[in-house]
């Protein structure tokens, strides 16, 4: 035999629940309008843009709902979808705009960055697998332009100055 | 002052309403205008059509035949819808002029059901996945509940 009384804390407890809910699918909205349209916090987790980027780092982007793709300049380093893995992410800095020449030693067939293409390379030649490897990137998978490395954090860093 | 708190709290209620709209329409489910004519008999140009956002479906899930909506390869700021024709590992159409044989790992081939005036995979090759932005569900508008299926089995 179950009171009233208790049948009453339920129905509260219930409705606490429920409202907490809510607010957390507000609070995950919001959060995920501000990633879209303010700033976007990324992690890195691949050594190929060493020295520049190291794995673990904390990044600031500038997302794709305020960043012009037009705009981007070579040097510039942005956050990619990966054209060749769904769901993953890749980060690399712009060498080549389009209409540039291709580098010299990329087996692929094409000779210049097809329009709405970007030239994607890492900085760690060595061990980065980018536009040499899978070739000009369409525009539209940038998810991001790079600003600043917030952690750890460094108020001299340089992040998009092309180095030869 | 009462009157401009009240003006703050409900123009916070509409960034809020903004955010949530915004939310559901990258992650759950969107709608497009179709502008253009590459894929008549399919849709038409000016229908409503609602879709699966890219964040619902499962990428590596997409089969043949399905009518997704992509984000140009050629022209960034422009949206595509085309129907998948191709998958990973497939071969390329005979006739294609670029130089791929097959569609590369991660991406696909898309063409348009009016093959004559449709600029797809045959123009600018094979689309990665990633630029997909949805798959489609049905049309809207002009609404008729006895439309036929638009993703199809090929």
Known sequence: ?164 | MDNVRRLLINGGKVLLAGCVFRTFQNHVCDFWIIAGNSMEPTVYDGQIVVGWSSGWINLNNLKRGDVIVARSPTQPKETICKRIVGLQGDRVPANYKGPELFVPAGQVWLEGDHKAVSRDSNTFGAVPLNLVQGKLICRVWPFDLSQEKINKII
């Open chain 1, 1 to 164: 035999f179950t009171s009233l009384r208790e049948i009453f804390t339920l129905m509260d407890n219930v409705r606490k629940f429920v409202r907490l809910g809510k607010r957390l699918v507000l609070a995950g909205c919001v959060y995920k309008t501000f990633t879209q349209h303010c700033y976007d916090f990324w992690i890195i987790n691949e050594n190929s843009m060493e020295p520049t980027l190291y794995d673990g780092q904390l990044v600031v982007s500038c997302p794709p709902g305020r960043l012009d793709l037009e705009q981007l300049k070579r040097g510039d380093v942005v956050l990619a979808k990966n054209p060749t893995c769904p769901r993953e992410y890749v980060c690399k800095r712009i060498v080549g705009l389009q209409g540039d020449r291709v580098p010299g030693d990329y087996r692929g067939p094409e000779m210049f960055v097809p329009a709405g293409q970007v030239w994607l390379e890492g900085d760690n030649r060595a061990v980065s697998r980018d536009s040499n490897t899978y070739g000009a990137v369409p525009l539209g998978l940038i998810q991001g332009k790079l600003i600043c490395v917030v952690w750890p954090m460094d108020l001299n860093q340089k992040l998009h100055c092309l180095h030869q």
